[in-house]
Each structure stands twice: as C-alpha cells, then as structure tokens.
C-alpha cells in the first residue's frame, strides 16, 4: 500500500488550501483515516481524522476552520484547510490503518506536504 499526498503551498493568512492523500495498492477496507502536522521543534500532532462511518474528530485549534472527507471508491482522504493561520504552518502528513486484501492489517503514512502560511 502506498499513499501520495499532495495540495500543500505558500498561501497569505487567511487563505485556504485543499489537501490530498491518495491509497494505491492491495486494499481491502480504509478503517481509519488522519491528518497530523508536525512543525518545526515540535511534536507531529493530529489536526483531524475521520473513520469509515464517517466519524471526525479535530484538534481544538482547527476546529469551525478545518473540514476532513473521505472518498472510500477512491481510498482518498481530503482536508479542506480555510482562514489559514501562520501557526498553521507545518508538514502535514496523512495516516492511513487498514485491512490488505490478503487480511493483513496496515498501517501507512504519507510524505508529507508543507504548509506555509505567510504574508
């Protein structure tokens, strides 16, 4: 199972910012579907996940601003990011638990894309 995530970039503060992350391989089910962010010096943090009933949950920060979606045809998870902060700067990378099609559990994360906030 591979993962490619993309939609990062330099944007002004309170711009927006569609991020992708797409699953390619032998997948049987997504179960679990997450966007962290790790800044420099500091931790990776979750910033939102979604399962596959469509349960979200979102770091305080990014709540009323962030939006996550799944496309399960398309084993692809979006994070719609608005009123972009400068302390939303970060890499963001995308985790992804599932089940192969060979009943093995996974358990993938992306490359990371960055995310610049700035004037």
């Known amino acids: 199972v591979q993962l490619q995530a993309s939609g990062g970039g330099l944007v002004q503060p309170g711009g927006s910012l569609r991020l992708s992350c797409a699953a390619s391989?032998?997948?049987?089910?997504?179960?679990?579907m997450g966007w962290y962010r790790q800044a420099p010096g500091k931790q990776r943090e979750l910033v939102a996940s979604i399962t596959s009933t469509g349960n979200t949950n979102y770091a305080d920060s990014v709540k009323g601003r962030f939006t996550i979606s799944r496309d399960n045809a398309k084993y692809t998870v979006f994070l719609q990011t608005n009123s972009l902060k400068s302390e939303d700067t970060a890499v963001y990378y995308c985790?992804?638990?599932?089940?192969?099609?060979?009943?093995?559990?996974?358990?993938?994360w992306g490359q990371g894309t960055q995310v610049t906030v700035s004037s």
């Open positions: 985790n992804l638990k599932g089940i192969s099609v060979t009943y093995y559990p996974f358990d993938k």
């Open positions: 391989g032998s997948i049987f089910s997504i179960n679990y």
